[in-house]
């Protein structure tokens, strides 16, 4: 009888019994990359799966994208694709040599719906950022994929339509936002009623600031986030805590539970990434450092657990969790994110469109800080409301947004 080493080595990739196809969307950015560790870390440690990148996408970041796909052995064999989604960078494009010889390059937004909801995808991660991301999350979705959610914004503008093409193709959504993440696990397989979500809140770089102190915050004040590396819009929303507004409704969505239900408390280490009370008044958390590789890879192995290089909460230290209530003044976002998680409907795309706005015009010096929520209410209350909008009307009132939102800040600014 041979015995088994406690740790085994891992498997030959080329001897695992199956594959999975991964299709990044937005892999140049913060969780783009980070999805591309995990996947290379996954090829070390699961011996059920070879981790493919079948597909990779970037803007017009030409070079970034090459070089993270040049990596092919780290990442399943060479990617099937590479797809620039902004057309403009055709003429940019040279032959891919090396490991990249046999990897088709394609460009324009469509392609990303091609990518999306190729068959021979299993999976794709959405970490696009914005609006810009819904149709090709949309698109895998259709195509009854297995979707890791990184783009809140999807969710925030067509949320009810998401949902509902979900359940009529068989379409897993899985969260990468480590707040839903964080219920996701809480939750698992629980047949019991959920009482409350509580989303824990890191409250940015602007917690304890006077609201004089954010009337004034420069676009680098407000991209300094204490706990988290992220991408720039992602970062302001932190900052002027939209990100939460959007993530109650993201959970509105994604767990089908009514704004009443849905809490949000600070807690500035960013370790409890959320909380669920259940009937008895129990409450369930999850925590671990703040390391998007966790959630990430948890998404892709649901409901495997494995090693993850995500640091482990050290033992031998001491760790302070406070929570605390949120200042609804100071942060007037989270009023509005619940009133858009209330009625639904039409009222998360143009608030989603106005702040995708008003981020930028505050990133350029042409608002102040303060502004972007001022801005994004009043688009919200000047629109023509609709309970149950289709994709067309969604879209089309997403770009009167950005106009509206485009002439109002020039109002305020
Ligand atoms: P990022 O800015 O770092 O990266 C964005 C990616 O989208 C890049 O690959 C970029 O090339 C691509 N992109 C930008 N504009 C595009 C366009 N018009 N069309 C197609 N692709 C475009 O952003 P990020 O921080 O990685 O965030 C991505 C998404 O994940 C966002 O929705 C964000 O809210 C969400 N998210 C991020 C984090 C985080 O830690 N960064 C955590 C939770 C959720
Ligand atoms: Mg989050």
Redo the contacts with the bound molecule.
């Keep these: 009888m041979t015995e088994t080493p406690a740790n085994p080595p891992p498997a030959d990739p080329s001897t695992r019994p199956g594959v999975q196809n991964v299709a990044v969307?937005?892999?140049?950015?913060?969780?783009?990359t980070a999805t591309a560790e995990v996947l290379a870390h996954l090829n070390r440690v699961d011996d059920r799966y070879r981790w493919r990148l079948w597909a990779a996408?970037?803007?017009?970041?030409v070079k970034g994208l090459t070089d993270l796909a040049r990596d092919a052995a780290r990442f399943g064999g060479p990617p099937e694709r590479l797809v620039f989604?902004?057309p403009t960078v055709q003429s940019s494009l040279r032959n891919l040599e090396g490991p990249l010889q046999a990897t088709e390059q394609r460009w324009g937004?469509e392609e990303?719906v091609g990518a999306a909801s190729h068959p021979e995808v299993d999976v794709v991660v959405a970490?696009?950022?914005?609006r810009?991301?819904l149709e090709s999350t949309l698109a895998a979705v259709e195509s009854g994929k297995r979707v890791a959610l990184?783009?809140?914004?999807t969710l925030v503008v067509a949320g009810g339509l998401v949902q509902e093409r979900s359940r009529a193709t068989g379409a897993q959504l899985l969260p990468?936002?480590?707040e839903h993440s964080a219920i996701w696990q809480c939750i698992a397989d629980s047949p019991n009623r959920v009482r409350r979500l509580i989303l824990t809140a890191s409250g940015g770089p602007f917690r304890t600031a006077t609201a004089a102190q954010m009337e004034a915050a420069t676009p680098e004040t407000a991209l300094a986030h204490p706990t988290?590396?992220?991408?720039?819009?992602?970062s302001i929303?932190s900052a002027t805590m939209m990100?939460k507004a959007?993530e109650i409704i993201e959970a509105r969505w994604l767990f089908d539970l009514p704004a009443d239900q849905i809490e949000v408390v600070v807690h500035p280490q960013s370790i409890i990434h959320s909380m669920v009370e259940f009937e008895d008044g129990s409450v369930l958390a999850q925590l671990s450092p703040p390391d998007?590789r966790l959630p990430i890879q948890y998404a892709l192995t649901h409901p495997r657990r494995l090693p993850c290089e995500a640091p482990p909460l050290q033992r031998n230290r001491r760790w302070d969790l406070s929570l605390e209530p949120v200042d609804l003044e100071r942060f007037p976002a989270l009023d509005l994110g619940f009133q858009v998680a209330r009625v639904g409907g039409t009222a998360g795309a143009v608030v989603n469109a106005a702040n995708e706005v008003a981020v930028g015009l505050f990133l350029n010096d042409q608002i102040r800080f303060t502004d972007i929520v001022t801005v994004c209410r009043k688009i919200m209350e000047n629109h023509t409301f609709e309970e149950r909008p289709t994709l067309s009307t969604l879209l089309r009132l997403d770009r009167w947004a950005r106009e509206e939102a485009t002439e109002c800040a020039a109002g305020v600014g």
């Design positions: 969307l937005g892999a140049t950015g913060s969780i783009g996408s970037g803007h017009h970041n989604s902004d937004p990303l970490a696009i950022v914005g810009a991301g990184a783009n809140k914004e990468v936002d480590s988290w590396q992220m991408g720039r819009k992602i929303d990100n959007l998007m």
